[in-house]
């Protein structure tokens, strides 16, 4: 069974520091995608970076970026340039899409707190 | 588009009463997901939709938990009698699907609901 693991539960970074969030996985699979979502206090879940297992280039998203480690089964993301905005919990989320079925696990959360 | 709906935004209730939380998807959108947050247990996928037909129900949680998808555009998740432990934010997702591996399974959330059963 895939599992999740993010274990730092809290973090915090000034502004414009940059931070990195960790995240590792366990799965036997061999194609699957990454995700990491923001949960600002609003609860909406927002989409900030996905990546695909295939590909060795790690995903950016403007201040965004990942450091996939697929042998290792890591995947963290980290922030630059940190904003007031960034304060959020951020999960990391593994999924699976095999003939139209799902397998979606996410992570516990890391709560990130920006310092003005 | 106006994203994922979902209603209401809050619901208090008493213990054995029912509950129904609704979703509209985003259009054009083959599945739908709903999962419950809770602090204890994270984020946990209680059951998804594909073109209206539950796919997969395992996560549900009790016979009490119920979903279903009339229509392409609506969906509920009932809980009938609800209890205390119920008390969690229930988010519905949906994403276009199509190609296993396309930018299509990149999943969009609504607000949450946020359920206090007293």
């Known amino acids: 069974a895939q599992t999740v693991t993010q274990s730092q539960p809290e973090m915090s970074v000034q502004e414009a520091e940059t931070v990195t969030l960790s995240c590792t996985y366990d799965?036997?699979?061999?194609?699957?995608?990454l995700f990491w979502y923001k949960q600002p206090p609003s609860r909406q879940m927002i989409l900030v970076i996905r990546q695909e297992a295939y590909k060795q280039q790690n995903a950016t998203e403007n201040r965004f970026s990942v450091n996939f480690q697929k042998a290792a089964k890591s995947f963290s993301l980290k922030i630059s340039d940190s904003q007031l905005g960034d304060t959020a919990m951020y999960f990391c989320?593994?999924?699976?899409?095999?003939?139209?079925?799902?397998?979606?696990?996410f992570g516990t959360g890391t709560r990130l707190k920006v310092l003005a | 588009d106006a994203g994922v709906i979902q209603s209401p935004r809050h619901e208090v209730t008493e213990m054995g009463q029912e509950v129904t939380l609704r979703c509209k998807p985003i259009s054009g959108h083959d599945y739908l997901f709903w999962y419950r947050q809770t602090m204890m247990r994270g984020l946990e996928l209680l059951i998804y939709f594909n073109n209206n037909v539950p796919i997969d129900d395992s996560g549900m949680p009790e016979d009490r938990f119920s979903a279903k998808m009339p229509n392409a555009s609506f969906s509920t998740l009932k809980i009938q009698p609800s209890e205390p432990r119920d008390s969690a934010v229930y988010f519905c997702a949906s994403n276009l699907g199509g190609l296993a591996g396309g930018l299509t399974d990149t999943q969009y959330f609504g607000p949450g609901t946020r359920l206090t059963v007293l």
């Open positions: 989320a593994f999924m699976k899409h095999t003939s139209g079925t799902y397998k979606y696990i």
């Open positions: 799965t036997s699979e061999n194609n699957y995608y």
